[in-house]
């Protein structure tokens, strides 16, 4: 299996029959415009070097391969964990951000706005626009503010201005929406920053090339402290985007298997849940073809997770093509399994994980017993879990007790 071929997407923006552009006429020439650039910006190294730079000097990029000691030892694997969680401002996301908003800078534009879920990217939005000095509007659905007010006001501080959206189940799903709407009436002057491989072609591509910097640096580091490859990779998958970015640079290393983690929240059958590939079929959400929660009639279910930033129906089309033609795999693990995970790893290492990224911590627990002791195992550990405190708390004493267990073969 060639990477070449798993490198798409097609010149329609299609991964197989997952993606495309699924828009209103309106969107379609700025769509195109923005592809143009991209490309354009991608082969200029001149746009290379500059953005290689703020990775290094701002982001703090490389991050590092840690092999996390304590933890391997308990599980009987060689465990890293990829430290997404020691960029500046606390996750992986700032990596794409930095890339768009540089790319908006260089098209010119003085606005730029975004969408944000657990208020990671919105913070990372505001946080690029302050370093560019470019005005910047954040669309947030009503219950993230509530869930994720210290990122409100981190986003406030940095000189966004932070739109609660009241609509639907006021989450990230309605908070795109709104972000559309205002990309279609403002697009001469505005980019929109897109948070994750998902949305119209090119955002997916554009993305994934942007986080790919984290697998580029894993295979890298993998390679010089160990002499080879890791057996899996493991990555929480939200909209897909710290997932594909540890991913990408591992696709045509056909020994490596590639694992995402999906929100299972209180288990498929409560139905109160995230899991896409578990519980849903494909469909058409905010410009994409792709895997969704929906019921009969197409009508987009209510997610459930207990962290935002996996809280979302759809998931990025290029993942589900990967699941499709059997490279990478996906699972899910309750609530409760990331929230014991997240305990876990603090108490073994010292590492506070975000939410989200604790849901790949929690299926490596539950399922270390299918690997063997010098199988490596790398965990792309997104982001940190400072943003979380208060929701843990709240979490914990409403589910008071403790099930995650060292999982058999
Ligand atoms: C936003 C976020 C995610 C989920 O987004 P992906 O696009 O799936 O990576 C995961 N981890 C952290 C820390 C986040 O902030």
């Known amino acids: 299996m060639s990477r070449g071929r798993l490198a798409g997407p097609d010149r329609r923006g299609r991964f197989g ?48 391969l840690y092999l996390a000691r304590r933890m391997s030892e308990a599980l009987g694997i060689r465990c890293y964990l990829k430290r997404e969680d020691l960029c500046h401002t606390g996750a992986h996301k700032i990596n794409n951000c930095l890339g768009q908003v540089l790319l908006a800078k260089r098209m010119g534009k003085r606005r730029v706005i975004a969408e944000t879920g657990a208020g990671q990217h ?10 560019f000095g470019m005005e910047c509007v954040i669309y947030m659905g009503n219950v993230d503010m509530q869930r994720q007010a210290l990122n409100v006001f981190r986003m406030e501080r940095l000189g966004a201005r932070v739109v609660p959206v009241t609509a639907g189940q006021q989450t990230l799903k309605e908070a795109i929406s709104e972000a559309m709407r205002d990309w279609v009436t403002n697009v001469r002057n505005t980019c929109y920053v897109l948070g994750s491989v998902l949305g119209p072609h090119p955002y997916p591509m554009m993305v994934r090339d942007f986080q790919s910097v984290i697998g580029r ?34 696709l045509g290393d056909r020994q490596v298997e590639l694992i995402g983690v999906e929100a299972g929240g209180e288990g498929i059958r409560s139905g109160r849940h995230a899991a896409r590939f578990a519980g849903g079929r494909p469909g058409v959400l905010q410009g994409t073809h792709t895997f969704i929660l929906q019921d009969r009639e197409g009508q987009i279910k209510l997610t459930h997770s207990v962290s935002a930033g996996l809280d979302y129906a759809a998931v990025g089309p290029e993942h589900a093509y990967l699941r499709e033609i059997g490279r990478a795999r996906y699972e899910h693990v309750t609530d409760r399994q990331a929230v014991d995970a997240v305990n876990a790893l603090c108490r073994w290492e010292g590492i506070l994980p975000a939410l989200e990224s604790a849901h790949a911590v929690a299926w490596v627990i539950m399922n270390a017993r299918r690997w063997n002791r010098d199988d490596i195992v790398v965990i792309n550990l997104s982001g940190r879990g400072d943003k979380d405190v208060e929701q843990l708390a709240k979490w914990e004493s409403k589910h008071p007790g403790k099930t995650l267990r060292k999982g058999r073969k």
Do not use: M, W
């Not at 029959?17 to 354009?40: K, M, N, S």
């Not at 919105?122 to 370093?131: I, K, M």
């Open 122 to 131: 919105g913070v990372a939005t505001a946080t690029a626009a302050a370093l």
């Open 217 to 250: 640096e894993a295979r890298r580091q993998c390679l010089r402290k160990e002499g080879r490859l890791p057996r899996s990779l493991v990555a929480c998958v939200g909209g897909g985007s710290n997932a594909l970015g540890l991913f990408h640079a591992f």
């Open 17 to 64: 029959p997952y993606g495309g552009i699924f828009v209103p006429e309106t969107l379609v020439a700025p769509l195109a415009e923005l592809e143009r650039e991209y490309r354009r910006a991608r082969r200029d190294p001149q746009f290379r070097k500059e953005l290689n730079c703020y990775l290094r000097e701002y982001v703090g990029r490389p991050t590092p």
